[in-house]
């Protein structure tokens, strides 16, 4: 199957949304431009319910921009998001994101625990008071991800990966079904990496879903169980065994992806796939 | 007695007393709302609004003595500085939202246009028959000469309204000042909380027009919250402290002014604000000049005393001055550089500490403990003496003690 076939067949919602469950998140015909220049261009996407996906492609491929237009954090010029079948509107309770670390000033004066209250905010509405209850939670999702002895720290005395993790936990504090990650493993220590993989396998234990914008193709297959493979277009989406291809990688990439990088990746053709890629493995020429 | 001193006690008349307290509520609101304008790093946007005040105070005055009324109410004069000064805003947004303009340029374009304006308008109204004495050039500069009742009302009222909005508004404006994208994320309407925030701004700065006047209300907005950031490390706590320094800043300012005659009051309230920031900057406990000069040399001098003590166990001579100087102080060494009996035995605890440092990174594979090894955190302080004495068996198995 060519990348611009799986693209077809993920349009038409029989790779991607399997049984009738509306998808954790779906986007159609999202184009987002700065200036004149499309960053994304019509993009049709659909992430499922309890899966991990990630958001894969080079650098100016717009993985981050489809996020934030899916948020409405920037502003689209075309396209319709829903979540768990809703409009966004509606469903704002049900999404947590997280965003990227370098995109706020970490002198502001605030601690650790403030940050993390944030999450609360929808809960605390505007007047509500910040009760024992509220600090317990915050405390508790400190805990997971192993920050509870920096609760009273000014965010800017932490490491790089610390940072991360206050931010994630802040949004496990709106204890939402949808977790929407910008590059949550970029400049962090491999300690934080593995913790957050940690989180986040438990959150999809839990039934929660997960979409994270991902650098580091190493990690793919190991990480995540969906894939969406984007370069301004939608190129591939679907299971990893079946979407993040040799075929799909330097179809995304171009040339900027030599093939002996794509071979250290040690993907199959089809054949000898990293997981058991099940009979419905048509990746690839053979197939 | 003392006539600043009376000003001070609200014992200088009832005009001073009334435009003291005015000045003080005026203050506690520009604090409490330029808070966010800092946080949020658009201080300067409140420049141009500031500027952008004076063409309406004339075109107000004109309109009023037009229909025949009297050019110099209140009320009607800050309501048409409240039109262009949000003319302004908009127009600050406008150009950098819509063109290729960066801030800081729309800022300096809308600023001076604006004053432009005001100014020829001003100079119009100097030639009209009613304009003579009709005071607007106050507005500049601020005053509190014959200061009416009614006036220090609006001021005081204007405040405490503003400070009750910002008391409503603090969680958004504080998330969306923090991470504008989260906030958006969570359903904070950013662009509204902005546009609430630069409307606050504006109120504050309208009602400080008669007492800080436009040039330098500004200042009024910015000094208290940088001056607040000294103290605390926390937004919320940020914005109160900063409403404090804006209010001592008000009150003793309208009170120097009122002591002695023809003192503008707006310069007065800006350098007593400024004071508070260079007491701050310099003695603020945790994150004042002071404080850190004196925490480094702390530092470093228990660096040195350290260095040395590992040098004298290790019998190597001592060269660093500010070793040799450290060490006599805290008398370890004689003048003559020889270790008294305190210091060689001093320095053998050093010595063993570190030994007992590298028996604890090879039994320990917890890097939270290990990780707190930073040559001068004593090791009894991190691990238990039982375990200590885990590390001093280990170093004999390995032939190091």
Redesign the interface.
């Known amino acids: 199957m060519t990348p611009a076939d799986l693209a077809l067949a993920a349009k038409d919602g029989t790779v991607l949304t399997p049984a009738a469950e509306a998808p954790a998140l779906s986007i159609r015909g999202m184009t987002v431009s700065y200036a004149e220049k499309p960053a994304i261009f019509s993009v049709d996407a659909d992430f499922a319910a309890g899966a991990m996906t990630a958001i894969v492609g080079p650098n100016g491929a717009g993985k981050s921009t489809l996020l934030k237009a899916a948020l409405g954090v920037i502003p689209r010029l075309s396209g319709e998001v829903s979540v768990f079948g809703t409009p966004l509107e509606t469903a704002r309770a049900r999404v947590a994101y997280v965003p990227q670390r370098a995109s706020v000033d970490w002198d502001f004066p605030t601690r650790v625990i403030d940050v993390v209250l944030m999450g609360l905010y929808r809960e605390l509405g505007l007047l509500g008071r910040v009760r024992a209850a509220h600090r317990a939670k915050a405390e508790a999702c400190l805990a997971r991800v192993g920050m509870s002895d920096f609760a009273a720290r000014q965010i800017g005395q932490l490491s790089g990966g610390q940072q991360q993790r206050v931010f994630l936990a802040r949004a496990l504090a709106q204890e939402a079904d949808l977790y929407l990650l910008d590059e949550p493993f970029a400049g962090v220590d491999a300690a934080t990496e593995a913790a957050i993989i940690e989180v986040l396998k438990t959150l999809k234990d839990q039934g929660k879903s997960v979409v994270a914008v991902h650098h580091d193709l190493a990690t793919v297959t190991r990480y995540f169980d969906r894939v969406l493979l984007l370069n301004v277009r939608k190129i591939a989406a679907g299971p990893v065994a079946q979407a993040f291809t040799p075929q799909t990688l330097a179809a995304t990439y171009g040339g900027r992806l030599a093939s002996a990088q794509i071979d250290q990746l040690r993907l199959g053709d089809g054949a000898g796939l990293p997981t058991g890629a099940g009979p419905e493995a048509g990746a690839g020429p053979k197939a | 007695m003392n006539p600043l001193w009376e000003a001070l006690t609200l014992q200088a008349g009832y005009n001073a007393t009334l435009v003291a307290v005015g000045a003080a509520l005026l203050g506690i609101a520009a604090g409490a709302t330029g808070s966010f304008m800092v ?1 949020r ?1 658009r201080a300067l946007v409140s420049d141009a609004m500031a500027h952008a005040t004076l063409p309406g105070v004339g075109l107000a005055f004109m309109l009023m003595v037009a229909l025949g009324g009297d050019g110099r109410n209140l009320v009607g004069l800050l309501t048409g500085s409240a039109v262009t000064a949000g003319i302004g805003l908009l127009g600050v947004d406008w150009l950098t939202r819509r063109t290729r303009l960066a801030e800081d340029a729309a800022i300096g374009s809308i600023l001076s246009v604006f004053f432009g304006l005001g100014i020829v308008l001003m100079t119009i109204i100097q030639t009209m028959s009613s304009g003579r004495q009709a005071g607007l050039e106050s507005f500049l500069l601020g005053s509190t000469a014959g200061m009416l009742l009614s006036d220090a009302i609006t001021i005081a009222g204007g405040g405490a309204l503003a400070l009750g909005l910002v008391w ?2 603090r ?2 404006m ?2 969306v ?12 309407d950013v662009r509204r909380t902005d546009l609430a925030m630069m409307a606050l701004v504006m109120g504050v700065t309208v009602i400080g027009l008669k007492i800080v006047g436009l040039i330098l209300i500004v200042a009024l907005l910015i000094i208290p919250a940088v001056t607040a ?1 000294f103290w ?5 706590a ?1 914005v109160w402290i900063a409403g404090g320094v804006g209010g001592v800043a008000g009150y003793a300012g309208a009170a120097v002014s009122a002591s002695a005659p023809d003192l503008p009051t707006g310069p007065i309230i800006v350098l007593i604000a400024a004071a508070l920031f260079l007491v701050s900057l310099f003695f603020a406990p945790l994150r004042g000049v002071v404080a850190a000069v004196l925490r480094h040399h702390h530092f470093q001098g228990r660096v040195h005393r350290r260095q040395g003590l590992l040098s004298l166990s290790r019998a190597e001579p001592i060269h660093d001055p500010m070793t040799l100087r450290v060490l006599r102080r805290d008398g370890l060494i004689r003048a003559d550089g020889v270790a008294t009996d305190r210091g060689a035995a001093e320095a053998a605890r050093a010595a063993r500490d570190e030994r007992r440092w590298t028996a604890a990174r090879d039994l320990h594979q917890d ?1 939270a403990l290990i990780g707190r090894y930073d040559g001068l955190t004593a090791i009894d302080a991190v691990f238990t003496p039982d375990q200590i004495a885990a590390f001093d068996r280990h170093l004999g198995r390995e032939g190091m003690i």
Not at chain 2, 177 to 188: C, L, R, S, T
Not at chain 2, 232 to 236: H, S
């Open positions: 946080l790093k409503l508004l969680r958004p504080t998330m000042a923090f991470d504008a994208g989260y906030a958006q994320a969570v359903g904070v950031r605390t490390d926390r937004a919320e940020l890097t």
